[in-house]
């Protein structure tokens, strides 16, 4: 029996037979579009389908190409995501009709970005993949921030944690966390981040140490607040900043007064729009 012949019309392309589908978990970088690797912005050119990811910005957006499928897999939905079941269902389905499948993921694929997931999924079920990475939010918003992560006179280690943590999960390793010497990055750490500063500030570091909190770094739309663990919360919520944020925490924080160096754009006000 043909197993081809049980498949719609609609799926079969011209020499759909002869090429297996692939899919690329791509990195998009934290927003910038020029933070792309080249390798990123041809496979986005050359796209017939790509499944796109809540955090990718309009201007990488911008750059797949026009004649691409594209498939919000991060549209909210009675404010839900695409469940990841469905998300690794989804690739596994359209690799096997034979598309070359460009997934498209905030910064780095295999951070916090549960690629790792995702090509477990596309292993097990025989799927070629190939992972392009991304620059993480740590690397692309604390350069644009003029937060140096390491730094020999400041920070000699540097850790990415999850300020996400699940509901009746293993809490973080506080007293590891809290070390000075070292550089904290939390990514989705604001909804918690009052019990974030004050858990450190109560495992050892002082309720002085300098932290910053970025609102979408390496954006037009970039917005830094800094403070201390003491008063970094207060500040952030009176400043109203909104997801997707990062949190650093630590000596190196200082060093923004000097390398500031990414002007955003400037805000319109409603009389000049
Ligand atoms: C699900 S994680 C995805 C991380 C992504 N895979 C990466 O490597 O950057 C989403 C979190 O990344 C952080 N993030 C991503 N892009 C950001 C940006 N442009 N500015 C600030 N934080 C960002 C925020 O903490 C956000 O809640």
């Not at 799926?11 to 037979?17: H, K, S």
């Not at 390798?39 to 201007?59: I, K, M, N, P």
Request: proline letters at 7%; charged letters at 20%.
């Amino acid at each position: 029996m043909n197993a081809c012949v049980d498949l719609p019309r609609s799926l079969l392309r011209p020499g759909a037979g002869a090429r297996p589908g692939r899919v690329y978990l791509v990195g998009a970088g934290p927003g910038d579009p020029d933070l792309l690797t080249l390798r990123a912005a041809r496979l986005l050119a050359q796209a017939e389908v790509v499944v796109l990811d809540q955090l990718v910005s309009a201007e990488v957006q911008a750059l797949i190409a026009p004649r691409a499928q594209v498939i919000d897999a991060g549209k909210q939905r009675q404010r839900h995501t695409m469940e990841q079941d469905e998300i690794n269902a989804l690739l596994v389905r359209l690799a096997r009709q034979g598309r070359q499948v460009v997934r498209l993921k905030g910064g780095d694929p295999f951070v916090f970005g549960r690629g790792g997931e995702e090509a477990q999924a596309l292993a097990e079920a025989g799927i070629e993949f190939e992972v392009v990475p991304g620059i993480t939010a740590a690397c692309g918003v604390s350069a644009y921030a003029g937060i140096p992560l390491t730094h020999r006179d400041h920070a000699q280690s540097c850790s990415f944690v999850t300020g996400h943590v699940k509901e009746g999960g293993p809490e973080p390793d506080w007293a590891a966390l809290a070390q000075p010497q070292q550089t904290l990055v939390i990514y989705m750490g604001l909804a918690a981040l009052p019990r974030i500063c004050t858990q450190l500030a109560a495992h050892g570091l002082s309720p002085e140490t300098p932290a910053a909190v970025v609102q979408q770094g390496t954006t037009a739309a970039q917005r830094v607040v800094t403070g201390t663990l003491a008063d970094l919360a207060a500040r952030v919520q009176a400043a109203g900043l909104r997801s997707p944020c990062l949190t650093i925490v630590g000596e190196v924080v200082r060093l923004r007064e000097q390398l500031a160096w990414f002007e955003p754009a400037p805000v319109l006000s409603a009389a000049c729009a």
